[in-house]
C-alpha cells in the first residue's frame, strides 16, 4: 500500500480549470495504477480517469473525456489530474486511488489504497 494525499481543489468558474495533484509515499509508486473518482453528496462515487503503472494506458470517463487529462511523474510520486473547461456538474470531492500493478479500473474497490479526497467546486 501507498499513502496518497491529493491537493489542487478549490473554487473556480464554470470554464476555468484546475489541477489536482495525488502525491504517494513510498519508492515502489511507479508499480501502482491511479484513479481518480468523484462523489457529490446524495450521490454514488463514480470513476473519473486512471493511468496504467506503466503510465502508457489512460482511461476516462465519458463526462470528463476531452476535457481531463491524467499524467503522472514518477520522479516526484505524483500522478495529476487536469481539468479544463469545467463545469458546474465536475462540482465533487475527487479522490485518488492505488492499486499494484497493471490497468486503472473503474471500480472503487479495485484498488488497494485510498486519499481524504480534495474539494472542487465550480461555479455557474
Known amino acids: 500500500q501507498v499513502q496518497l494525499v491529493e491537493s489542487g481543489g478549490g473554487l473556480v468558474q464554470a470554464g476555468g480549470s484546475l489541477r489536482l495533484s495525488c502525491a504517494a509515499s513510498g519508492r515502489t509508486f511507479s508499480r501502482f495504477a491511479i484513479g481518480w473518482f468523484r462523489q457529490t453528496p446524495g450521490k454514488e462515487r463514480e470513476f473519473a480517469a486512471g493511468l496504467s503503472s506503466s503510465g502508457i494506458s489512460k482511461l476516462y470517463a465519458d463526462s470528463v473525456k476531452d476535457r481531463f487529462t491524467i499524467s503522472r511523474d514518477n520522479a516526484k510520486n505524483t500522478v495529476y489530474l487536469q481539468m479544463n473547461s469545467l463545469k458546474p456538474e465536475d462540482t465533487a470531492v475527487y479522490y485518488c486511488?492505488?492499486?499494484?500493478?497493471?490497468?486503472?479500473?473503474?471500480?472503487?474497490?479495485?484498488?488497494?489504497?485510498w486519499g481524504q479526497g480534495t474539494q472542487v467546486t465550480v461555479s455557474s
Open positions: 486511488a492505488a492499486k499494484l500493478f497493471g490497468p486503472a479500473l473503474k471500480i472503487w474497490d479495485e484498488y488497494d489504497s
